[in-house]
């Protein structure tokens, strides 16, 4: 591929952000079976995370520090959460589900499996 018209590389730079900066949980999640996609972040809506931020329902956490778990397609991060006027701190793991898309979420005491969002055609 050549680079010489300046057109493919401007193209290729305005791209390459997006795809660095997109991880590996990137996507909106259900919250349950009747979850309307569209609404991220209320009750009855979706959640969704995007660029290393988690965004629930009125919380948005930042997802730092990303530790592979040993022996499984897992990660580990420090949740960076502020919501409600209040900001703390918490440890999540996160995996792909086996059998299905969607994502499974496990908090100190709680575990979540989310199904993923469809985008209609």
């Given at each position: 591929m050549s680079f010489s018209k300046p057109y493919?590389?401007?193209?290729?730079?305005?791209?390459a952000p997006g795809l660095l900066c997109a991880g590996p949980y990137d996507g909106v999640y259900k919250q349950t079976s009747n979850s309307e996609c569209s609404?991220?972040?209320?009750d009855g809506?979706?959640?969704?995370?995007?660029?290393?931020?988690f965004y629930g329902v009125?919380?948005?956490?930042?997802?730092?520090?990303?530790?592979?778990?040993?022996?499984m397609d897992a990660t580990l991060y420090t949740m960076q959460c502020s919501g409600e006027d209040q900001a703390w701190s918490e440890r999540a793991m996160m995996m792909k589900p086996a059998e299905n898309a969607g994502l499974i979420m496990i908090?100190?005491?709680y575990a979540f499996a989310y199904?993923?969002?469809t985008i209609p055609e």
């Open positions: 493919h590389l401007a193209a290729i730079l305005a791209v609404l991220v972040g209320v809506g979706a959640v969704e995370i995007r660029e290393g931020i009125e919380v948005e956490c930042r997802m730092t520090r990303p530790v592979n778990v040993i022996d908090w100190d005491g199904e993923a969002c």
